[in-house]
């Protein structure tokens, strides 16, 4: 079991809100330069995006991470540790999140995602495969569990309405494509990974990846250090590392 932390929440102070800021205000701009983004001479106009530009896998990579970013923000914002002194706040960014993350509903998240530390790993937990221990199975499982009627309308009409001023590849490529990435990624080292199989831990019924930072923070900004967060989950994404290492 992971070391005990004495760190309370109210110990966060703003920095839990300066972090959310620089991740949405950085995957804002980043996605603003990108909708507008052309590789030069791939068409007469000098408009779209050429496969051979090595730029536009960069770019949709790090659209990607931080994707996972503004989940990550709307996720600790569920457990009040965006800004524990100020609810209206935490809550106001945790929706600000989850809408730029495809249109999700915050409250929704928030009672699914409650649901799961409830009843980690069992029929109860909304994220569990239910059934279908198929990792695809389960993702598309999982998949629906959040993704609403409202929420792909929502898309649609932003898409075309978008399509009317910004090129239709951008919006499909850099818009659309890392969110669905980020959704499988998320779903990958935050769910399937620590999750999957028989578990010895009851009631966390969770496992944390192989010690190392750097990747921990690459692959899903330390929740792949799962098991810490189920036993602290007062602990916001940038304490988890730190858990870990007291393991």
């Known amino acids: 079991m992971p070391k005990s932390s004495s760190f309370n929440p109210a110990q966060i102070g703003n920095r839990g809100i300066w972090f959310a800021v620089v991740i949405l205000t950085t995957w804002l701009l980043l996605l603003s330069f ?11 106009s000098g ?3 050429s496969w051979k530009d090595p730029f536009v896998y960069v770019f949709v990579l790090l659209q990607m991470h931080l994707y996972t970013g503004v989940f990550i923000t709307a996720h600790d914002a569920i457990h009040g540790v965006v800004a524990p002194n100020n609810k209206r706040l935490n809550d106001a960014i945790g929706t600000l999140a989850t809408t730029f993350f495809a ?13 799961h530390h409830q009843h980690a790993a069992t029929e109860h937990d909304p994220d569990y495969h239910r059934g ?8 598309i499982d999982f998949a629906r569990s959040y993704v609403s009627i409202w929420q792909i309308v929502a898309m649609a009409v ?14 499909i490529v850099f818009w659309m494509v890392p969110a669905f990435l980020s959704t499988f990624q998320l779903f990958y080292f935050g769910t399937y990974l620590p999750h999957r199989g028989e ?22 900004y330390f929740f792949g250090y799962h098991e810490e967060h189920h ?17």
């Open 103 to 115: 249109f999700n509903s915050y409250k929704k998240l928030s009672a699914g995602h409650h649901r």
């Open 47 to 49: 408009i779209g995006l």
């Open 158 to 171: 932003t898409y075309n309405v978008l399509k009317l001023w910004l090129p239709m590849e951008n919006l």
């Open 132 to 139: 279908n221990p198929n990792i695809v199975l389960w993702f």
């Open 231 to 247: 036993t602290q989950p007062y602990l916001p994404w940038w304490k988890l590392a730190e858990a870990r290492e007291g393991k």
């Open 199 to 220: 578990h010895e831990n009851p009631p966390h019924n969770a496992r944390s990846q192989a010690l190392n930072h750097t990747w921990a923070f690459i692959s899903c």
């Open 34 to 44: 990108l909708l507008t983004y052309h590789s030069p001479g791939t068409t007469a």
